[in-house]
């Protein structure tokens, strides 16, 4: 991952965070909002309940975060509405947006297939946002082949 924000704004950074621990995920996750919140970014939060209850516990104050919970329901209703939000933030003056997810996966007990085909078809719906999103994969629940899919998707 990058230790600084992406040197083109003018596109959609996607990248997987692999984490093996809280702490690990926390380690990414708290420093990329909290830098976003400095910089007056829309930061947008779309994790799973437990990840979003550590993130919220750890950045204390959430003022700059927008949580979304149950956010991924159909994956072509979640590009049509993120596009509608991004557009939102542009509209409003943002020059960089920045998002922390999870999509669903088997380890969480959905299926994959939808969720494949988004990951890889948001690198071109959402190529024209200045955007930068990190994806968030538990490496203790996330099955093998679904890693191998984001490994490809994730350029």
């Known amino acids: 991952m990058r ?6 704004r003018a596109g959609y950074v996607h990248e997987a965070v692999l984490y093996d621990s809280d702490e690990k995920l926390l380690d990414v996750v708290v420093p990329f909002l909290r830098q976003g919140v400095a910089a007056g970014e829309p930061c947008l939060v779309a994790l799973a309940a437990s990840a979003t209850g550590l993130v919220r516990a750890a950045m204390g104050d959430t003022t700059g975060l927008t949580f979304f ?3 991924y329901d159909r994956p072509a209703s979640v590009i049509r509405s993120n596009r509608d939000l991004f557009t939102a933030h542009l509209i409003d003056g943002a020059s960089q947006i920045r998002v922390a997810s999870e999509v669903p996966h088997p380890g969480v007990g959905a299926p994959w297939d939808g969720w494949a085909r988004y990951e890889a078809a948001i690198n071109r719906a959402y190529a024209e946002f200045p955007l930068w999103g990190l994806c968030a994969y538990d490496t203790r629940i996330t099955p093998g082949p679904v890693l191998d899919d ?4 994730h350029p």
Not at 3 to 8: I, Q, S, V, Y
Not at 150 to 153: F, L, S
């Open 3 to 8: 230790t600084g924000a992406p040197t083109d």
């Open 69 to 71: 919970d149950g956010r």
């Open 150 to 153: 984001v490994a490809r998707t």
